[in-house]
């Protein structure tokens, strides 16, 4: 079950997709609502809560076992919150430059303090007060091919708010599964900074591996990003 991030939609996996093989298991990329395919739906009543809903209810609709949750960037957040709710489907996680909350908190609460300051300003001046407008500009998660920009820059949407803002729905009650995060280092983004800190204070409960690519790694280098999933995969 690969999570996408912030103004990304289930599109942003294709290139990953088409690494993995669907033989070792089912690959299934949900949108979170109100962006990508579902992007028609944005509204100031989506809450974070919604988008774990849905990812539960897909997981049991289709009757899914033994999964590896992934989660890109925001989607980290989404990986803790759905783990606790399928702790006894759950065979582990990767967390791809994502962002770890802990209970209590905000993604908001975890991102720099420059972004902390600033996305409430833009969200008030630019999104209606409850959505954050489209990235103006995608080299910001360090794509740089041309191709890759323009798709990014015609597929990327704004997002609800809610998904920042919101305090996610996390207890602390992640079961006791091997958990791996891959730290995106070329370039680094700055907002997950603050979580590969935690990440790396906690090594007791984290696998950590660096890759050579900027933050849309999933974008720029899915064969690496698909080979560290398999491998994980193999020994959880």
Known sequence: MLIHGGSHGGWAWRRVVDELDPRRGR???PTLPGVGDRAHRLSPDIRFQD??????????????????????????????????????RLRGAVYLDAVVVDPGERILDVLTPASRA????????????????????????GVTRRNDVE???RR????????????????????DV???????TAPPFADVGPSKDRVRARPERWSVTKLAAGHDALVTAPADVARLIRRFSARV
């Open 118 to 141: 600033a996305l409430p300003t833009v969200v008030a001046q630019a999104g209606q007060g409850y959505y954050v407008p489209k990235p103006q500009d995608p080299t910001m998660f």
């Open 151 to 153: 798709w990014l820059d």
């Open 178 to 184: 091997p958990l791996l995060y891959v730290d995106c």
């Open 156 to 175: 990327l949407t704004a997002h609800p708010w809610s998904s920042w803002s919101d305090v996610a729905p996390i207890a602390g009650t992640m079961p």
């Open 51 to 88: 988008g774990v809903d849905d990812i539960v209810a897909t997981i049991d609709a289709e009757e899914l076992r033994d999964v590896v949750l992934v989660g890109h960037s925001i989607g980290g957040a989404y990986v803790s919150a759905v783990a606790e709710r399928i702790s006894d």
């Open 27 to 29: 690959i299934l990329t």
